[in-house]
């Protein structure tokens, strides 16, 4: 959690707002240019995104889900969810981070590892520890896949720097709440 300082119309008065971190799930119509629009409200007002994932998830309603992770303090994160909320091509926003049962997070990465050798071996050794898999191999390098939370995937990565990581492809996380309800 960071904190950020912002003052108000009273010279000598800071007000210190602490920031978050929320994972925004937003079922949306399945049409040309709603991504576009989702995107350009969080450009327009000068707000981040971490992570955005995107998917058709129910194909004869043609809905897609866009899962976004973004950082702003908690009035910041009311403003966007309720600017998402009145966009017309989407029917829900759910803020998985204030569920009452913690939603499921997950990413995955693909990692390029170049290495000979004893860095080959430790490669080999720091994958089975992670539970990630090798999807290529050449005499001189491996691409493991590697699902799970963010931190763990970040952790991964950070072990095999060393060992020689050319390229890191990952793709955003995908939440979905606990329980039998759906969004």
Same mark, same amino acid.
Do not use: C, W
């Given at each position: 959690?960071?904190?950020?300082?912002?003052?108000?119309?009273?010279?000598?008065?800071?007000?210190?707002?602490?920031?978050?971190?929320?994972?925004?799930?937003?079922?949306?119509?399945?049409?040309?240019?709603?991504?576009?629009?989702?995107?350009?409200?969080?450009?327009? #007002?000068?707000?981040? =995104? *971490?992570?955005? $994932?995107? %998917?058709?998830?129910?194909?004869?309603?043609?809905? /897609?889900?866009?899962?976004?992770?973004?950082?702003?303090?908690?009035?910041?994160?009311?403003?966007?969810?309720?600017?998402?909320?009145?966009?017309?091509?989407?029917?829900?926003?759910?803020?998985?981070?204030?569920?009452?049962?913690?939603?499921?997070?997950?990413?995955?990465?693909?990692?390029?590892?170049?290495?000979?050798?004893?860095?080959?071996?430790?490669?080999?050794?720091?994958?089975?520890?992670? #539970?990630?898999?090798? =999807? *290529?191999?050449? $005499?001189? %390098?491996?691409?493991?896949?590697?699902?799970?939370? /963010?931190?763990?995937?970040?952790?991964?990565?950070?072990?095999?720097?060393?060992?020689?990581?050319?390229?890191?492809?990952?793709?955003?996380?995908?939440?979905?709440?606990?329980?039998?309800?759906?969004?």
């Amino acid at each position: 959690m960071n904190t950020t300082a912002s003052t108000t119309h009273y010279p000598a008065q800071t007000i210190t707002q602490r920031t978050e971190t929320h994972t925004l799930s937003v079922l949306v119509d399945n049409e040309p240019g709603v991504l576009a629009r989702v995107i350009g409200l969080f450009s327009g #007002r000068g707000y981040n =995104i *971490d992570s955005l $994932t995107v %998917s058709e998830t129910e194909h004869q309603k043609h809905l /897609s889900r866009i899962t976004i992770v973004t950082t702003g303090t908690p009035m910041v994160i009311e403003q966007i969810i309720n600017q998402l909320d009145r966009q017309v091509p989407i029917h829900r926003v759910v803020d998985m981070s204030t569920l009452s049962v913690p939603a499921i997070e997950r990413e995955l990465a693909m990692v390029k590892v170049r290495g000979k050798g004893e860095n080959r071996v430790e490669a080999l050794r720091l994958a089975d520890a992670f #539970r990630a898999r090798v =999807i *290529d191999a050449t $005499t001189e %390098s491996f691409i493991f896949e590697i699902t799970g939370a /963010s931190a763990k995937i970040e952790g991964f990565i950070a072990l095999m720097m060393p060992l020689g990581v050319v390229e890191v492809s990952r793709t955003g996380i995908a939440a979905i709440s606990r329980g039998p309800e759906g969004m």
